[in-house]
């Protein structure tokens, strides 16, 4: 099952606007199961913050950590991801879909595939 990233700003078109830099979630179907963004100060300025999770505050089910691009991010929360269904025992829903369309009048909501190597 592809996982989808899109802008946060798209998908919660809505929510107080992020203090984050190029800030992505991920989604699998209409879950939100993880996310990444570009970090705007400090000694890690430049690099990107990820994060993948199943549910909520349950260790076992969480992942994270820094890369040096978007794309590696990316990889990373695919690889997580797949990692945190295996533990589970659950399998990925191969004709998931990226969460709901864009709202009328609103710029279209572009998704990119998230992908790891099997």
Known sequence: MPLFARLH?????????????????VLSGGLQVGGFHRI???????RWSWGAWIGSGIATFTASGYAAHAEVCRTLIALAFRRMLARANLREQPDAK???AAPRGRRERRAFAVTAAP
Do not use: F, N, V
């Not at 798209?10 to 203090?19: F, G, L, N, V």
């Open 9 to 25: 700003a798209h998908h919660y078109p809505d929510a107080e606007r992020s203090s984050r830099l190029d800030y992505y979630i």
């Open 40 to 46: 705007g100060s400090g000694p890690s300025e430049g």
């Open 98 to 100: 990226p969460g709901p």
